[in-house]
């Protein structure tokens, strides 16, 4: 789904960041983002994600969310663009966290669908290691992949195998003065067994329907285009018990 | 008479348009309801049923109770007749005046149902009843008319049988098991509807059916029944599919089933049984087996949660983009081709619902806003594209043809703010057509 296209810069960075696997097969990934960025947070999601064309993706939420700021459907007529098929999505609507977490695992245990993605607001605190290990083990068993949506909340330990944070990027206008295909600021936040902290701007090409990805050297750009909470980074999992989510640091930048 | 001439001699006439498939529904479930009289119970498309009465009369008091309750419990205005044979009671509730004892040869010529030409030339020739034909020989009208025109005439007469298909029951799956001690426990209970689903899917596999409702009743010793009731989305007979489902019923309800005293007796009715063919095994039946998880994991949910809770995207011929699209519970949508959006501008990857209210600096009367607060924050636009002129659906509101009246119109834009977000935003109503009017975000790009 993703070409690679060489900086274009006169001298290219001696080492370039490696291709990361986007939201692979058989594994928990987390992607966070803003409530301003949904829109941008869920294309990520849809168009990274490893999955098989045809079967349907499960979209679970929980009913009138009272952290999502607003309340947004997904619009069948948006997707079409973006080379997916709206008659695909599931839309599953949960009755509360725990009941979301529950039907996620549910989800998670069938090989049916492409794709399971969670789309989570505000602290969750039924959502830790225990119940995140509970989503890999179920992943690996059926070997698809599975997204947790973080909106408005800063990075917590959890045993995911990745954890992204989305924003949306400015576009390239057109010469109208409106504004271009759809743009994304991705960083690469936390990787399990790999180097993290890689940056990339994607964009939309209408031609080969595709997101192009172009890597950002952090080198080359000053801290204030940095993404929100970008140098924080939440500790490793590991043997170690999660402390509480208090967190010292500049909390995710809120859109309110 | 045409629709014109009906209404210009009654103006209030209602009208709905002619919906064949509805009719013929509607005709089986009277079918379905005469066999309170009769076992056998005939079609007469399209409008018409065959009732043979034979032995049933003197059970409800005699032939006129019998058409008179007959004719209540269809709850049509509906014209009947009762004759010795099925033909002649069909010409006769057709085609005759209404009275009883009314003989067919007194029955118009129409009743033999030839074609306009073939009518009008027994006509011409004198012949106005059936009685008239019947007494010439029958070898010069088959010669003119076609044997057709003899065979209904016999049938009518009485002369050649006229045999009618009666409808078949289907024998409903209902399996019960009564114990000689109460059951005390909930587990041993479980196996028993195990049992009984595994005799149920046994009897549905005999028969190429599948359930869609199942319902176990539990008698409990002092007379109270709590009842058990799954639905699936497609029509299942694996005894372990529809357990699972149960245990999930169970779990959600209010108060955990309790044994009491015992249960006597428990009762599984197989409802809304639909046509499902044995399949065979394949070799790769990978696809297969991901449809049927999926199919599983959406009845699972549906009983857990309710079944409004587990939906799919349909499109709607809608104009309005909050309208274009519903969602409707994945056990009745069926996943179907979406339109190609085609030269429309792009739509946003989500809507929000309901749309949100802004503040909004733009030009009058339509330019692209340059700056707008929402939420208490203020957005620079720096991009802008539109505007997407969406009429509001007048054709849908009553008197929204007039002038005024059809709604406020609605000019989208697709803006970026400074920090590259991208929203659709739209104002509600044109200056001069609405006083003041407001702006609302409608969605997000990405």
């Avoid at chain 2, 030839?114 to 012949?127: K, N, Q």
């Amino acid at each position: 789904m993703f070409q690679n296209r060489a900086p274009s810069r006169a001298d290219p960075p001696p080492e370039a960041p490696p291709k990361p696997l986007w939201l692979a097969k058989a594994q928990l990934h987390e992607v966070h983002a803003a409530a301003g960025d949904w829109a941008s947070a869920m294309a990520f999601c849809l168009a990274a994600i490893e999955a098989d064309a045809r079967r349907p993706i499960l979209l679970l939420r929980v009913r009138k969310d009272r952290r999502a700021q607003v309340r947004m459907n997904p619009c069948g007529e948006g997707w079409a663009p973006l080379g997916l098929d709206p008659a695909r999505l599931l839309i599953v609507d949960a009755r509360d966290d725990a009941g979301l977490l529950r039907a996620g695992l549910d989800a998670a245990r069938q090989s049916g669908p492409a794709a399971v993605i969670l789309e989570t607001w505000g602290n969750l605190r039924e959502y830790d290691l225990v119940a995140s290990r509970r989503l890999i083990l179920a992943a690996e068993q059926s070997r698809i992949p599975i997204v947790v949506l973080r909106g408005d909340v800063p990075p917590r330990a959890s045993a995911a195998h990745t954890r992204w944070t989305v924003s949306s990027a400015p576009s390239t206008p057109l010469e109208t003065r409106a504004p271009g295909p759809p743009a994304l600021l991705v960083e690469l936040q936390r990787r399990r067994g790999g180097p993290a902290g890689m940056q990339w701007r994607l964009e939309w090409n209408e031609d080969n329907a595709c997101f192009r990805e172009e890597p950002i050297v952090p080198a080359s750009i000053g801290p204030a285009s940095a993404g929100p909470g970008a140098d924080e980074a939440a500790p490793l999992s590991g043997a170690v018990v999660s402390l509480a989510a208090v967190r010292a640091g500049e909390p995710l930048r809120r859109t309110a | 008479m045409t629709l014109a001439d009906a209404r210009a001699r009654c103006p209030d006439l209602a009208t709905a348009p002619h919906d064949p498939v509805a009719d013929s529904r509607e005709l089986d479930r009277l079918a379905g309801a005469m066999i309170a009289f009769t076992p056998l119970v005939a079609l007469d498309p399209t409008d018409g049923l065959v009732l043979d009465v034979t032995g049933c009369a003197h059970l409800l008091g005699g032939e006129d109770e019998l058409v008179s309750r007959v004719l209540a419990a269809a709850g049509y205005t509906a014209s009947s007749a009762l004759a010795a044979h099925a033909a002649a009671a069909r010409a006769l509730a057709r085609h005759g005046g209404g009275g009883r004892g009314e003989d067919v040869r007194t029955l118009p010529v129409a009743a033999l149902e030839l074609d306009e030409r073939a009518l009008s030339g027994l006509r011409r020739a004198g012949l106005k009843t059936l009685g008239d034909l019947a007494a010439r020989p029958m070898a010069g009208l088959a010669a003119r008319f076609g044997e057709a025109a003899v065979m209904r005439l016999r049938a009518i007469m009485g002369e050649a049988s006229s045999p009618i298909t009666p409808l078949r029951l289907v024998e409903p799956i209902r399996l019960e098991t009564r114990f000689p001690e109460p059951l005390a426990r909930t587990d041993d209970a479980l196996d028993v509807i195990e049992d009984l689903l595994t005799r149920a899917a046994r009897i549905m596999e005999e028969r190429q059916l599948g359930g869609r409702r199942f319902l176990v009743v539990l008698h409990r010793s002092d007379n109270v029944r709590p009842r058990l009731a799954v639905e699936t989305g497609q029509p299942v007979r694996d005894p372990a599919a529809v357990m699972r489902l149960l245990r999930e019923r169970i779990d959600t309800l209010s108060d955990p089933l309790d044994p009491g005293y015992g249960f006597d007796a428990i009762t599984l009715a197989v409802q809304g049984a639909e046509h499902l063919p044995s399949r065979q095994i394949g070799l790769e039946s990978g696809k297969e087996d991901a449809e049927d998880s999926i199919a599983a994991l959406v009845d699972t949910l549906g009983v857990r949660l309710g079944e409004e809770r587990v939906s799919r995207l349909v499109p709607c011929d809608r104009h309005l983009p909050e309208k274009a699209q519903g969602l409707v519970p994945a056990t009745q949508a069926r996943p179907g081709p979406w339109p190609a959006g085609g030269d429309t501008p792009p739509r946003p990857l989500l809507l929000l619902d309901p749309p949100q209210p802004v503040d909004v600096i733009a030009g009058v009367p339509d330019s692209p806003p340059q700056r707008f607060r929402w939420k208490g924050r203020l957005h620079d636009v720096r991009l802008a594209e539109g505007p997407e002129r969406i009429g509001a659906e007048w054709w849908r509101k009553r008197g929204g043809h007039t002038p005024g009246n059809a709604g406020d119109t609605r000019d989208y834009y697709r803006i970026e703010d400074g920090e590259g977000r991208r929203y659709w935003i739209f104002r509600s109503g044109l200056f001069g057509e609405t006083p003041g009017p407001r702006w609302y975000l409608h969605g997000l790009f990405p």
